[in-house]
């Protein structure tokens, strides 16, 4: 199981996707009443896991099949109403994504946490 | 992590300019009986800081509106022409507290979000701890 710690580097991946997730949501609310902005949005992690993570091992940055980077998704347009300002922000949706990357960011440091107490123990310390 | 620091410095900015704008708000609401006083308005525009990729929102420079002041009849009064009007103020009391209201509402979401990122980041840090 912690031949190459995956979970930790889930975890991790899943936490910083949250961070970022969080930082976007940030920048739509503080955006709400500029003209014309366009809301922002982040892929799912998921989407990202599967192009990221569990792929086999790269030498290259370039390898065939290889992970190629930690770098967060880049954020996508968000498509909802728009305002007659041509702002398309609303503040509710972006709460409730605000919400889920806490509750994604609390839920990976926990599996992290848990994985270095069972660590610890195995090892005895 | 840089994440946290780009949020809650984007989120600080929105901040400002919901500050700025409450102020400029309730320099009409003041002057909403003063003479001759035109209505001021403030646009939000996108400002790209240094040292942060996310693009920040600033209150940008006053402007006047243009629209016609009010024409009150009152013969007594001193700044009264020929046919007894005077300029009063083009401000309106229902928009301008609508927009306050509107303000308030952003300043709180961003209060929120200002928050709740400090939560995110501290609570990392907690990992740090045994």
Known sequence: ?125 | MSAFSDALAVTSSGLRAQATRLRVLSENIANVDTPGYRRKTIPFELSQSRGSEMPQVRAGDVTLDRSDLERIYDPDHPMADGGGFYDGTNVDLIIELADAREAQRSYEANLKMFEQTRQMSSSLMELLRR
């Not at chain 1, 599967?50 to 968000?78: D, F, K, V, W, Y």
């Not at chain 1, 007659?84 to 946490?113: C, F, K, Q, W």
């Open chain 1, 1 to 125: 199981m912690f031949q190459n710690l995956d979970v930790f580097k889930t975890a991790m991946a899943m936490a910083r996707h949250a961070g970022t997730q969080q930082a976007v949501s940030a920048q739509n609310i503080a955006n709400a009443d500029t003209p014309r902005y366009r809301a922002q949005d982040l892929p799912d992690f998921s989407e990202t896991l599967r192009s990221t993570m569990l792929t086999q091992r790269a030498t290259r940055a370039r390898h065939l099949n290889g992970a190629a980077s930690n770098a967060p998704p880049a954020p996508i347009e968000r498509r909802d109403t728009v305002d007659p300002n041509g702002n398309t922000v609303s503040i509710e949706a972006e709460m409730v994504t605000a919400v889920d990357a806490m509750r994604a960011h609390d839920r990976a440091l926990s599996i992290y946490r848990s994985n270095l107490t069972l660590l610890r123990a195995s090892l005895g310390r």
